[in-house]
């Protein structure tokens, strides 16, 4: 069942990652379910339409989630993500006390939950999060390969 659910969340947030190219951003969605299975929050990059550099999907999602939440503590919440996080992610997701991650394709140059580092469970640390890898990877992963690729494609900007 548990197997399931992700995918089915993973599904969701694959959807919000596809509207990040429209901007010309990284297709990485986010999605942060509570206890109850409800989508609290759902966003995807958008580093390039505002020129923040920590508008990761994740930052974007753990921060919509605590408005709804009504508070900064996400215990009970499950972040739900295309990508591994990165180390700046890992550490919003640790100061959010999001107890359980479940990501869909590796990254290998900076990922932090498990792959270059592993932040996430890291014993050294006061929060450890459960950690659910390669749901949905090739799909994930595939939709990443498509924008790179057409990324080589597109005529220069003038």
């Known amino acids: ?10 599904r969701a947030a694959l959807a919000e ?29 958008e580093r390039e339409l505002t020129g923040d550099p920590t ?5 974007l999602a753990l921060r919509d989630a605590a408005f709804a939440h009504g508070e900064w503590r996400l215990e009970g919440c499950t972040l739900v993500v295309t990508l591994e996080p990165c180390v700046m992610c890992a550490g919003a997701i640790l100061a959010a006390r999001v ?13 932090a939950a498990g792959s270059l580092y592993d932040v996430l469970r890291d014993r050294r640390l006061n929060h450890r999060v459960e950690v ?9 992963a595939a939709q ?9 494609h597109r005529p220069p900007q003038v």
Do not use: C
Request: proline share 4%; charged share 20%.
């Open 1 to 10: 069942m548990e197997q399931q659910i992700h995918r089915e969340w993973m």
């Open 144 to 152: 990443l390969l498509d924008f790179f690729g057409a990324a080589e």
């Open 132 to 140: 659910y890898a390669g749901v949905e990877a090739e799909v994930a």
């Open 17 to 45: 990652a596809a509207l990040a190219p429209a901007t010309g951003d990284v297709p990485v969605g986010a999605i942060v379910v509570d206890a109850a299975g409800r989508v609290i929050s759902a966003r995807h990059n």
């Open 99 to 111: 107890p359980t991650v479940v990501f869909g394709a590796w990254d290998d140059k900076a990922g």
């Open 55 to 59: 508008a990761h999907a994740e930052v």
